[in-house]
């Protein structure tokens, strides 16, 4: 597996459960080529979010091991950042205060409800209300111009959410919406631990995204080192059997390709 990557972990730093060596030690030994670090930033600090005093000992460190060439698995500068409509600007700031090789944008929020934690307001709405929701949110996050990669790209199924009717249309919507602001998407195996039950997105959203040309990468988002790059075999074998023969990886936010 020595020319994949894993792209979205979180360590200490957020809410992650180690520290980048220790990321780093399971990497090697899962023989990864590079692996991007990608904690929690938001506007407004929440406690699975790196604390603002922490930034400048996190910026310090990541990118002395960014620069650090004598190690066989190259590590990248990333950060997941809460995308929120109307702060635009904002965000812009506070992400370029950050070296980052790749900004991914995730939407864990509906206005102030952080909706992949906090149970409490599922059946308010219906689930079809939800995605709408979520997935304008996602759209315009790409549109946004903030970010290279969107994360978890159907986050919003992660409780079990389910639609109450097909939502095709709105899945091929937000995607063209992804091609067309040229925004990566990753392949997040992280969901086959949650309740949902599978990877985020699901084979269905892959074959359409390759149809549509948006590029892909790939992330475990690991918490904990022997998270790291959980699944990529499957994860593999499922994007070329939807399409896929190469994924992207990133440094100082521009792109290369790995060809699978
Ligand atoms: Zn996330
Ligand atoms: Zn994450």
Same mark, same amino acid.
């Given at each position: 597996?020595?020319?994949?990557?894993?792209?979205?972990?979180?360590?200490?730093?957020?809410?992650?459960?180690?520290?980048?060596?220790?990321?780093?030690? *399971?990497?090697?030994?899962?023989?990864?080529?590079?692996?991007?670090?990608? #904690?929690? !930033?938001?506007?407004?600090p929440v406690d699975w979010s790196v604390q603002e005093i922490d930034y400048p000992v996190m910026k310090e460190n990541l990118?002395?091991?960014?620069?650090? %060439?004598?190690?066989?698995?190259?590590?990248?500068?990333?950060?997941?950042?809460?995308?929120?409509?109307?702060?635009?600007?904002?965000? /812009?700031?506070? @992400?370029?205060?950050?070296?980052?090789?790749?900004?991914?944008?995730?939407?864990? %929020?509906?206005? #102030? $409800?952080? %909706?992949?934690? #906090?149970?409490?307001?599922?059946? *308010? $709405?219906?689930?079809?209300?939800?995605?709408?929701?979520?997935? /304008?949110?996602?759209?315009?996050?790409?549109?946004?111009?903030?970010? #290279?990669? @969107?994360?978890?790209?159907?986050?919003?199924?992660?409780?079990?959410? $389910?639609?109450?009717?097909?939502?095709?249309?709105?899945?091929?919507?937000?995607? /063209?919406?992804?091609?067309?602001?040229?925004?990566?998407?990753?392949?997040?195996?992280?969901?086959?631990?949650?309740?949902?039950?599978?990877?985020?997105?699901?084979?269905? !959203?892959?074959?359409?995204?390759?149809?549509?040309?948006?590029?892909?990468?790939?992330?475990?988002?690991?918490? *904990?080192?022997?998270?790291?790059?959980?699944?990529?075999?499957?994860?593999?074998?499922?994007?070329?059997?939807?399409?896929? +023969?190469?994924? +992207?990886?990133?440094?100082?936010?521009?792109?290369?390709? !790995?060809?699978?």
């Amino acid at each position: 597996m020595s020319f994949l990557v894993d792209y979205h972990m979180h360590t200490s730093f957020s809410d992650g459960s180690d520290t980048y060596p220790a990321y780093l030690e *399971k990497a090697r030994k899962k023989d990864l080529a590079e692996i991007g670090f990608t #904690d929690h !930033i938001t506007l407004n600090p929440v406690d699975w979010s790196v604390q603002e005093i922490d930034y400048p000992v996190m910026k310090e460190n990541l990118k002395s091991l960014c620069n650090d %060439f004598s190690e066989d698995v190259q590590v990248r500068f990333g950060i997941e950042v809460d995308y929120f409509e109307g702060r635009e600007l904002e965000l /812009k700031q506070l @992400i370029a205060y950050f070296p980052a090789d790749y900004v991914i944008g995730s939407v864990h %929020f509906l206005g #102030d $409800w952080n %909706f992949d934690t #906090d149970r409490s307001l599922y059946g *308010k $709405w219906p689930n079809d209300v939800l995605y709408k929701r979520y997935f /304008k949110q996602v759209q315009n996050a790409a549109k946004s111009g903030l970010f #290279d990669v @969107i994360g978890h790209f159907d986050l919003i199924k992660k409780l079990q959410c $389910w639609p109450e009717h097909d939502q095709t249309e709105l899945y091929e919507e937000t995607l /063209k919406i992804l091609k067309e602001a040229d925004v990566v998407m990753e392949l997040n195996t992280s969901g086959i631990y949650r309740p949902c039950g599978e990877f985020f997105p699901n084979r269905k !959203i892959l074959e359409m995204a390759a149809k549509i040309g948006v590029p892909l990468t790939l992330g475990s988002d690991a918490h *904990k080192p022997e998270q790291v790059a959980r699944h990529f075999d499957q994860a593999v074998e499922l994007l070329k059997e939807t399409g896929y +023969t190469r994924i +992207t990886r990133f440094r100082n936010r521009q792109r290369g390709e !790995i060809l699978l």
